[in-house]
């Protein structure tokens, strides 16, 4: 289904998230990423007015998040998440192409990730955003997995899809 049929029919609303939003964040972040940022950093990320930090509600209850932080001339992707309700409707892929949206409007070229060789999920959806893998750092989590790094020109991206995603 198209993004924004997806918006209009199930009234999610994209928008940016500020620090108003920070125990929604939490919450989300407990319940998808077993906490991966602290109370401290959730407020760090969303009071820094560098990053990009994206939310889809539906009425005042979150349900999808992503972050990026520009890093030198390009924007990395720290944070992807979806309630694991709402899984497999085209939030993550919503999601990730309005931040694509913002980013490309900022003026960068590229956004950057690294993502778990084994979270096929994600790699699913980064793929068909079309992020490249361009390296592999051998056992870079705790548990020993590798981290594929994969990168996406925010160039070609929106060339390639100008009535999809724009
Ligand atoms: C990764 C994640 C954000 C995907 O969100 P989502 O809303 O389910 O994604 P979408 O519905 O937009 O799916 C987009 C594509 O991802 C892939 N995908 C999604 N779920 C998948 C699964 N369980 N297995 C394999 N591929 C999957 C598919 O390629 C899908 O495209 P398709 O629907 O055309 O087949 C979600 O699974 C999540 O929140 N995971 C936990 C957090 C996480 O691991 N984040 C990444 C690291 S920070």
Known sequence: MHWEE????????????G??????????DKLTLNNFWSKNLWEKELKNS????????EGSNLKAMACILPVLNEYSLTLIAVHPSQRKKGLGTLILAQICKQAHKNGLSKIILEVDEENS???GL????????VRIRKKYYRNGNNALVKILDLGVFFESQPNQFK
Do not use: H, R
């Open 6 to 17: 997806l918006t209009k029919e199930e009234d999610y609303q994209v928008e940016k998230l």
């Open 19 to 28: 620090i108003e939003d920070l125990n929604s964040c939490l919450e989300l």
């Open 50 to 57: 560098e990053s990009i930090n994206i939310g889809i509600k």
């Open 121 to 123: 999920a994600a790699i």
């Open 126 to 133: 980064y793929n068909k955003i079309g992020f490249k893998t």
